[in-house]
Every structure is written in structure tokens, then in C-alpha cells.
Nanobody, 116 residues
């Protein structure tokens, strides 16, 4: 049974930081591209960042220089370090695992709210 469980969401003031974690089980984690997506109310879900099995990273333009994605294959965990948070970063953030365009799994999502 595949599980992706996110941790670390919450309420933070503008300019603050949060670190999201996603712990995976039931997959060969090191073989998967891991990603973080977000969906704000009334908006489409968008890819925030992803990291391949070879540690290549990709970011949406709006978070470049502020967010960092990383992975720990020994812990089957992917992280999203978010700094200089803005109100427009408010969304439900979900963890995603993909491999070979055949296998794709999602976490349940965690709410991030940036507000004063």
C-alpha cells in the first residue's frame, strides 16, 4: 500500500518560513521523481517544484530563489523549504510521486496560509 504523508503546513506571517515534509512508503522512493504541487481556492493546481531520481530540480518561476526542494532517499522523504513567504503562496500543498509515466501517487495535502 502506497502512502505519501505530508507534514509541516500551518499559518505563517508574510516574510516567514516553513518547511514541508513528505514521507513515502510502499514505493521504491529513490526511483521516483518527487514533486510538490499547490492549489489555491478558485485556481488550478500548479507544480511548485520537483526533484528527479538524479537530483535535478525544477521550480515554477514564482518561487525561484525562495523555495528549495530536496530529498533524503535514506528516509524516503522529500522536503520543501519555503522562505520569504507571500500571501499568494497560500494554498493546499500536495506531495506527488511519479515514475516512468506509469506510476503516480498523491498525498492528502497540507494547508499553508500566509497572513498577518
Amino acid at each position: 500500500q502506497v502512502q505519501l504523508v505530508e507534514f509541516g503546513g500551518g499559518l505563517v506571517q508574510p516574510g516567514g518560513s516553513l518547511r514541508l515534509s513528505c514521507a513515502a512508503s510502499g514505493i521504491m522512493f529513490r526511483l521516483y521523481t518527487m514533486g510538490w504541487y499547490r492549489q489555491a481556492p478558485g485556481k488550478q493546481r500548479e507544480l511548485v517544484a520537483d526533484i528527479t531520481s538524479g537530483d535535478n530540480t525544477n521550480y515554477v518561476d514564482s518561487v525561484k530563489g525562495r523555495f528549495t526542494i530536496s530529498r533524503d532517499n535514506a528516509r524516503n522523504t522529500v522536503y520543501l523549504q519555503m522562505t520569504s513567504l507571500k500571501p499568494e503562496d497560500t494554498a493546499v500543498y500536495s506531495c506527488n510521486a511519479k515514475r516512468n509515466l506509469q506510476y503516480e501517487f498523491w498525498g492528502q495535502g497540507t494547508q499553508v496560509t500566509v497572513s498577518s
